[in-house]
């Protein structure tokens, strides 16, 4: 069965760089988006953004919102995927999500997420 | 605010059916041809429940239904039951994006 776990830190300082991995068992990474979700309390869910590995190249995609400051890599030996998000604020404290994608769209499993809080 | 517009919450008794509607409010959502709905419980991750409009994944009870009807999409639960009080998102294309609605509380009474 499939499962995908978040790791990371709970606690980030502002202005810093937040560094989350997503480890994926049970699934090759051929031909899925990889995905990553995020929820802000009491805000509904945010789609940060994901990388795809078809035709075994990888290429990602990410919410217009955050895209100078996020990036997202995937390592197929260490089976896992990355997210790196640059210059926190406060806005950024939420629980986030990774996610495995048949589509864009159609997220099929997903992990228990993870708490960031941006705090000095 | 959302490029997909939902209700804030719904609410029905055990037995009823009720609806929420995912309506598309920005031209940067597509047509809505293709739409997931995601069940959120307090606490939990989201669930996949609908993808492509009205397909359910395995082991999703046929309770649940998908529809669209032009810039509207909807999400049916008919025979309400308590394990369905949960938070419910709509998700589709925006341009090269995805998007999520902005959710929906079901209550149950």
């Known amino acids: 069965q499939v499962q995908l776990q978040e790791t990371g830190p709970g606690l980030v300082k502002p202005s810093e760089t937040l560094s989350l991995t997503c480890t994926v068992s049970?699934?090759?990474?051929?031909?899925?988006?990889w995905t990553w979700i995020r929820q802000s309390p009491g805000k509904p869910l945010e789609w940060v953004g994901y990388i795809d590995y078809i035709d075994y190249t990888g290429s990602s995609n990410y919410n217009p919102s955050l895209k100078s400051r996020v990036a997202i890599s995937l390592d197929t030996s260490k089976k896992h995927f990355s997210l790196t998000l640059t210059s926190v604020t406060a806005a950024d404290t939420a629980l986030y999500y990774c996610?495995?994608?048949?589509?864009?769209?159609?997220?099929?499993?997903w992990g228990i997420g993870t708490t960031v809080t941006v705090s000095s | 605010q959302s490029a997909l517009t939902q209700p804030r919450s719904v609410s029905g008794s055990p037995g009823q059916s009720v609806s929420i509607s995912c309506t598309r409010s920005?031209?940067?959502?597509?047509?809505?041809?293709?739409v997931s709905w995601y069940q959120q419980h307090p606490g939990k991750a989201p669930k996949l429940i609908i993808y492509d409009v009205t397909k359910r994944p395995s082991g999703v009870p046929d309770r649940f239904s998908g529809s669209k009807s032009g810039n509207t999409a909807s999400l049916t639960i008919s025979g309400l039951q308590a394990q369905d009080e949960a938070d419910y998102y709509c998700?589709?294309?925006?341009?090269?994006?995805?998007?999520f609605g902005g959710g929906t509380e079901l209550t149950v009474l």
């Open positions: 049970g699934s090759s990474f051929s031909n899925y988006y």
């Open positions: 996610a495995r994608g048949v589509t864009m769209i159609h997220l099929d499993v």
């Open positions: 998700c589709s294309y925006a341009g090269s994006s995805t998007v």
């Open positions: 920005s031209s940067d959502v597509g047509d809505l041809t293709y």
